[in-house]
């Protein structure tokens, strides 16, 4: 069936370091595309998102960029810091009747150490 | 603060309890949704309200109950529930129109079940 996946459950990067979390989706009619963060105990936190028709698109210490030929996503954080340090989420966007139904991945934990 | 409020952040109930999750959004959006994360699992997609009509009931058991009387307010009503419904609940909201529209979601309510 339709997914969204990540490759890696956990990635241990050090400060300083440039981060990157990929993601796998399988629908190829979808067209948007969210990254979240979620700290411990709090809800996900929208963090950036791209349009089917972008490549590319850049935050403040972010970059989301997509594949659309082999149906893949990455979130590239720069200069890691340990509050960067959550589990990061791809969502998947598509819309159904007017109103948007996002189908999550499993996650990526980002430990972030000193 | 997220723009989406939900309460209470923790709860704990018996088997046999009868309570209420309340979700309220100061975001001017148009849909509502109930989602449940669990350990190792990914978000699960639990109820859309759109304009205040259920437009989705992801195959939930009839022990969780949805309301929404406005667009503004979402609630959650549990009874008898199961140790395995413990889990976070994520409450959310976005513009109900059109695609790509950008899911924000509160804090979230933890619930126990003893």
């Known amino acids: 069936g339709e997914s969204v996946g990540l490759h890696l459950p956990t990635l241990s990067v050090q400060e300083g370091d440039n981060s990157i979390i990929n993601c796998a989706y399988s629908?190829?009619?979808?067209?948007?595309f969210i990254w979240y963060k979620q700290e411990s105990g709090k809800g996900p936190q929208f963090i950036i998102d791209i349009r089917s028709n972008m490549d590319k698109r850049q935050g403040q210490r972010v970059t989301v960029l997509l594949n659309k030929t082999v149906k893949h996503l990455s979130l590239q954080i720069a200069a890691t810091q340990p509050g960067d340090s959550a589990v990061y989420f791809c969502?998947?966007?598509?819309?159904?009747?007017?109103?948007?139904?996002?189908?999550f991945g499993k996650g990526t934990m980002l430990l972030v150490s000193p | 603060e997220t723009g989406v409020t939900q309460t209470p952040r923790h709860l704990v109930m018996g088997m046999t309890n009868k309570k209420s999750l309340k979700c309220e959004q100061h975001l001017g959006h148009n849909a509502m949704y109930w989602y449940k994360q669990s350990a190792k699992k990914p978000l699960e997609l639990m109820f859309v309200?759109?304009?205040?009509?259920?437009?989705e009931n992801n195959s939930v058991p009839s022990r969780f109950s949805p309301e929404c009387p406005n667009s503004s307010h979402l609630f959650l009503h549990l009874h008898t529930l199961q140790p395995e419904d413990s889990a976070l609940y994520l409450c959310a909201s976005s513009q109900a129109q059109g695609r790509g529209n950008t899911i924000y979601f509160g804090e979230g309510s933890w619930l126990t079940v003893v």
């Open positions: 309200y759109n304009f205040k009509e259920q437009t």
């Open positions: 969502a998947e966007n598509f819309s159904n009747s007017g109103y948007s139904t996002l189908t």
């Open positions: 629908n190829s009619a979808s067209d948007y």
